[in-house]
């Protein structure tokens, strides 16, 4: 049940019979918490009507998608752009109840086939569309306060960093040649702990997208070789080879967080090869409509039983047994951008990561 009264209903509904309807409907059920015995009531019959009715003081939203001035999912669209808080349930006929299922899915709390309202149901329906509306509210501020703390304690741990490499790098002159291995191996943790705050920052830019990304052409050869220019002056010991021309790689749809994918892959390549010297081979093929960019290792490899678990798939990406959030990280957004990546043995030794991308048609 609600914890918060609906008092307010606005109906917007061009049929009479229906609207009359709907009303007694609402006052023949019992309402609990409010005064008097069942919600207010506001009918209006059209869209530019409903846009003037929508104050704060509604608490809920019955639509008609079918009104004499708008019609579909395009007039929910138009009610929930007004800006107002109240949910909003729609209501179809019986020979459209996909479009009730297309609503939902486009900002509508829920839906109502006609024929088949009854007084409980309807109250059911408008209580618990209230319900999940405020949870949905609280979980957004919730979310909101998460973000601000994950961005102070991410700034503050790169500020902290920065200061042990600075130390670190003064004590290269005081540190005699045996000390010199244990220093190396606190930088190289110091650079670790920044890659990890910008792996977090952009999975969280994921997790808040509540739409499809808005995929756009990205330049993949930029990209590419401003992680591979990356990736060397992180890994002094590792040769990062480049097979082909970057500048002939083609423009791909994807979004600007592309470059967290090949971050990732070349950090995992190097952070997990087992070998004094990292060997990284990058290699890119256009293939019609789709590019491939492979990154070969000489790396201990993965067990065939663990390709699909080091990318998290199957269960919760951060409870997974893979490498961490930055596969998973990678696996999710070349989803998103309608590709794929696949993991594969290199030879003699090691994995190969081919990330196959969708090019500018």
């Known amino acids: 049940m609600t914890t918060t009264p609906l008092t307010q209903l606005l109906i917007v509904e061009d049929n009479p019979a229906d609207a009359r309807l709907i009303q007694e409907y609402i006052t023949e059920q019992s309402w609990p918490n409010i005064e008097p015995d069942s919600p207010a009531i506001e009918h209006v019959e059209r869209l530019a009507a409903a846009r003037d009715a929508l104050t704060d003081d509604i608490d809920l939203v019955l639509l008609d998608l079918g009104l004499p001035d708008s019609t579909g999912v395009e007039t929910l669209d138009e009610i929930l752009s007004a800006g107002a808080l109240a949910p909003v349930v729609v209501m179809t ?57 994950n961005q102070v304690v991410r700034h503050d741990i790169r500020n902290d960093v920065a200061v042990i490499v600075g130390w670190g790098d003064g004590l290269r002159a005081h540190v005699d040649e045996a000390g010199q291995d244990s220093l190396d191996r606190m930088l190289d943790a ?9 792996t977090v920052g952009d999975f969280l830019s994921v997790l808040e997208e509540d739409d499809d990304p808005e995929l756009h052409p990205v330049d993949l050869d930029s990209v590419l070789a401003n992680e591979i220019e990356k990736a060397r002056s992180a890994y002094d010991d590792a040769t990062i080879t480049v097979t082909g021309e970057l500048q002939d790689a083609p423009a791909v749809m994807a979004t600007d967080l592309l470059s967290s994918v090949f971050r990732n892959i070349l950090n995992n390549a190097v952070s997990h090869n087992d070998k004094a010297e990292p060997e990284i081979t990058v290699s890119i093929e256009a293939d019609g409509g789709t590019v491939s960019v492979a990154i070969a290792d000489n790396g201990p490899g993965v067990p065939d039983t663990q390709k699909d678990e080091i990318f998290g798939r199957g269960e919760m990406g951060l ?6 959030i930055g596969l998973y990280l990678v696996d999710t957004l070349v989803e998103m951008y309608n590709g794929s990546v696949v993991l594969e043995d290199n030879e003699p030794t090691g994995s190969v990561f081919t990330v196959r991308l969708n090019t500018v048609s």
Request: glycine share 8%; net charge negative.
């Open 190 to 198: 110091c650079e670790h702990i920044t890659s990890i705050t910008e």
């Open 319 to 324: 409870k997974s047994s893979g490498s961490g």
């Open 93 to 149: 006929g019986l020979d459209d109840e996909g479009v009730g299922v297309d609503a939902v899915e486009h900002g509508a709390q829920d839906y109502l086939v006609k024929d088949d309202i009854s007084p409980r149901l309807l109250q059911q329906t408008l209580q618990y569309a209230v319900r999940r509306e405020e949870q949905q509210q609280e979980l957004r501020q919730r979310n909101t306060e998460l973000a601000l703390l």
